[in-house]
């Protein structure tokens, strides 16, 4: 039987911590590497990045997006990118966000999830806005092939709201609310009476403060990993997390991206700063 992403993602977490460093080559990130803004440069700051922290983290998260700007050739350094860190042991969630109707679904699903893909990672970002149900061909696919997902459920960004809050005060709830219960169900459907985490993950902002207790959400009955984007750049530290997560602390798993990359070029720098933040959390 195929051991199921969230049981191998919590068991790593359980012996290396609750951090999840992103790769987000940003034009500015690799000028301040002494590089330039290119494809040699996409490579050595990804590279760099992954070869620094492959012991110390449970997981990196490639940002897609910042590898498709230079087209096929940055989409090729994201592949061997991801083989690399399979190859170091290191889990990879590839940050696409990807959400279409459901047979455009399969297809994302199948680039992101499928053993025959290239561009294949441990577990990839989907956003629910076009329905949670829109997403079953990638939690299927997921399923059979022993991958998770990070669904969308309230983003770090300060407009998320304006969606993801809808309905607060109807008797059904906002909509953050409404992807957690769906969530929440996929991951009791797979996992029955067995024990440990499902493979469906949600993304929920380390900056929306006390919005959980407000929308009335309880992410314990998630049963399964967190991605907490908003450590370091965007302001949030790990007292931030434990005071917003709460009873489902264990469940985080944090992740920063230019917090850590700001501290490369160098290698013994870009260590201590994950250390340092694998401490704060
Ligand atoms: O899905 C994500 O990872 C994500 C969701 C969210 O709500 N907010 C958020 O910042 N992210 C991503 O997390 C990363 C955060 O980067 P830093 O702010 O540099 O740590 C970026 O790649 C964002 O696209």
Redesign the pocket.
């Given at each position: 039987m195929i051991e199921q992403f969230g049981q191998r993602l919590q068991a790593k977490m359980a012996v290396q911590g609750q951090l999840c460093v992103?790769i987000?080559p940003h034009p500015e990130l690799l000028l301040k590497w002494g590089l330039g803004d290119d494809v040699v440069a996409l490579k050595r700051f990804s590279h760099g990045i992954l070869d620094a922290v492959a012991d110390l983290v449970p997981v990196i998260?490639p940002?897609v997006a910042l590898f498709e700007r230079f087209g096929s050739a940055g989409i090729a350094v994201l592949e061997e990118l991801l083989a690399a860190a399979r190859a170091a042991g290191v889990l990879t969630i590839a940050?696409a966000?990807r959400g279409d109707i459901g047979s455009t679904m399969a297809a994302y699903a199948s680039a992101w999830l499928d053993d025959a893909s290239p561009l294949v990672a441990d577990a990839v970002?989907l956003s629910p806005y076009l329905g949670f149900g829109s997403l079953r061909p990638a939690l299927e696919l997921a399923e059979r092939t022993g991958r998770g997902v990070?669904v969308?459920a309230l983003?770090?960004?300060p407009e998320?709201a304006s969606v993801q809050h809808t309905g607060a005060t109807e008797p059904s709830g906002s909509v953050a609310a409404g992807i957690v219960r769906e969530a929440s169900a996929e991951n009791a459907r797979v996992l029955g009476q067995g024990a440990g985490w499902g493979s469906t993950g949600l993304?929920v902002?380390a900056t929306v403060e006390d919005t959980l207790e407000a929308l009335e959400i309880d992410l314990t009955t998630l049963r399964g990993p967190i991605?907490a984007?908003?450590?370091?750049?965007?302001g949030a530290t790990g007292a931030d997390l434990r005071r917003v997560f709460g009873a489902a602390y264990p469940q985080v798993l944090a992740?920063?991206?230019?917090?850590i990359a700001a501290a490369g070029p160098n290698q013994a720098a870009l260590r201590e700063a994950t250390e340092r933040t694998l401490a704060d959390l």
């Open positions: 992103g987000d998260k940002q940050d966000k970002t990070f969308l983003t770090s960004n998320g993304v902002g991605l984007p908003g450590l370091g750049a965007q992740t920063s991206s230019r917090g």
